[in-house]
C-alpha cells in the first residue's frame, strides 16, 4: 500500500459516502419513507451507522485495489469511465435487480437506485483514474483533445 492508493482510498470513500446520502439520504429519501416495513426507522437505522462506514471503507478500498491492478497507460478519463461501468455492471445493476426479485419493491424505485448509484460508481472510477493518472496519460488526453 503506498501514498496513492491510501489518498484515493480516503478519496473514494468520502465521495461513496457523500454521493449515498445524496442519492438515498435525498434524491430516493421520500419513497423509501412510503415503504416502513421494508426499511428501518431513521431512529434505529442510526445505532447501525458504524456498521455503513465499515461497508463503504470496505467498497472504497476494493475500488482502489482493482483499479490499481488494472490501470493502464491510456487516457485516464474514459478509462476510469469504463471501470466505473464495469462495477456498476458487476455491482450496481445485479444487486438492485436482485432486491427486486425478492423484496416488493416499486420498479420506478429500483429503476432509479439503478441509475443513480450507476452514475455515482461511474463518477467514483473517474476520481480513481483522475488520482493515478500518469504523465504520460495527461498529454495523451490534452492531445486527443487538440
Known amino acids: 500500500m503506498n501514498r496513492k492508493f491510501l489518498l484515493a482510498w480516503l478519496a473514494v470513500f468520502i465521495g461513496w459516502m457523500v454521493g ?3 442519492v438515498h439520504g435525498t434524491l430516493l429519501y ?3 419513507s412510503r415503504l416502513p416495513n421494508l426499511f428501518r426507522p431513521e431512529v434505529e437505522s442510526q445505532r ?3 456498521w455503513m ?3 463503504h471503507a470496505i467498497m472504497a478500498g476494493a475500488f482502489v485495489w482493482i483499479y490499481s491492478r ?3 497507460a ?3 478519463p474514459p478509462q476510469g469511465a469504463r ?3 464495469a462495477v456498476a455492471l458487476l455491482g450496481v445493476v445485479p444487486t438492485y435487480l436482485i432486491y427486486y426479485s425478492v423484496q416488493p419493491l416499486p420498479g420506478s424505485l429500483v429503476a432509479k437506485q439503478i441509475l443513480y448509484d450507476g452514475i ?3 463518477l467514483l472510477g473517474i476520481l480513481v483514474a483522475w488520482i493515478y493518472r500518469t504523465e504520460g496519460q495527461v498529454r495523451a488526453g490534452s492531445r486527443a483533445a487538440a
Do not use: D
Request: charged share 10%; no cysteine.
Open 20 to 22: 449515498s446520502f445524496l
Open 30 to 32: 421520500g419513497e423509501y
Open 48 to 50: 447501525y451507522f458504524p
Open 53 to 55: 462506514l465499515l461497508a
Open 70 to 72: 488494472g490501470v493502464e
Open 74 to 76: 491510456t487516457r485516464w
Open 83 to 85: 471501470f466505473g461501468l
Open 120 to 122: 455515482l460508481v461511474v
